[in-house]
């Protein structure tokens, strides 16, 4: 789900999060389709008005040869049904050809920010490029060899410890086997799934992505053992006061992002530009809580960039490796909270969910990536259990 044009916000209501070339190059992309397709339309009812002008023509030459008084009357009231409908295509191409005007415009702020934005990548990087090089040239041999020195000294440490690590495992593994953290033990309480959805433009099906979710669940096993906290409009202050008042065990974002930020809705009626969440901030909202979830899974484009940064705070995370269409995230979605509801353990909803976009003839199956911590284990964790 590649990320639309939005402005920029964190989660404290500032805007001065500067995006890259490579956000700008997308929106400049999408608007440059959008005014295409504006100005085809356009073209087509202008089209339909020459046609209908045309027809009238015909049909006033028509009542002028005419010798009948009903043709006459006939062919005038043809003539003036055609003009009418000449008008209202007049209008329509009026109207795409304004929006293609708003089109055009929006695109040319997007160039000039896209050519501010790659200016300054390029300053960036030589400034960087310099102040390396000049960081180097003022080394001498001596400092060269008093570096070189420490190195092989913190080599030598570094090695010592993992001998002495080595054979303390060693030991301890003769007298018992490593056991795996467990996961808090399931209270007698549902399973709590917070849902955010935010799609500000509406060019994602987010609706329709909880409403197979919430389908499929229905008809699992353990479907009771599940409630949902919906929110299909998503924005920070939805984020935060699920995490904080719903206290989720497992939280579910669908929408748009990329390797380094998320996007939400901002209060607003109308499509409009998205919030910008930065992925730091994000981690640190959705574990602003004294009973962080389990599980946080980003059903978005190019997320699993996010994962390692989330697994240092929650056992597990799921994310995708690149941009994931609209139809294979909902596939995936809907089957992984199904098996999970059926009992099933984190790895094996993972893998259900992967096989049913696959069994669906669809391409991207093997986008959605499951990360865990290194002491839990995907393969025995359960998010239903079923009462004894």
Known sequence: MSVPGRSLMRLDGSKDVKMNASYYRSQLESKLKARAAAEKKAGEQRS???????????????????????????????????????????RDAAGWTTKAAKYSKEAANLQSKLAKAEESDR??????????ESEVNRRDAAEKQ????????????????????????????????????E???PKPEKLRVLMLGASSEGDLRVGRE??????????ALHRDLITFDLRTAATVVDLLDGVTRFRPHVIHFSGHSTKDLVVFERDLDEPHEGAIVTARAFRRAVTATDDPPLLVLLNSCSSAAHLDDLI???????????????????????????????GQSIL????????AVELAGLLDHELPTLACAPDVDPRTALLVRPPA
């Open 183 to 185: 996961l808090r033990p």
């Open 123 to 132: 300053n960036t990087a030589e400034r960087k490029r310099k102040r390396l």
């Open 312 to 342: 240092g705070s929650i056992p597990f995370a799921i994310g995708m490796a690149d941009e994931i269409g609209d139809t294979d995230a909902i596939y995936y979605a809907g089957q992984f909270y199904a098996s999970v509801a059926n």
């Open 48 to 90: 339909k008005e020459a046609g209908k002008r045309s027809a009238a023509a015909a049909a006033r030459k028509a009542a002028a040869r005419s010798t009948n008084a009903s043709t006459v009357k006939s062919k005038l009231r043809e003539a003036e049904r055609r003009e009418q409908e000449a008008n209202t295509a007049s």
């Open 146 to 181: 008093r570096l070189q020195q420490e190195h092989a000294a913190a080599a030598r440490r570094v090695a010592n410890e993992q001998a002495e690590l080595k054979e303390r495992l060693t030991a301890a593994e003769i007298q018992m086997h490593m056991v795996l953290r």
């Open 348 to 355: 094996a909803a993972h893998c259900s969910g992967q096989a």
């Open 210 to 219: 909880q409403a197979r979710i919430r389908s499929m669940v229905e008809r």
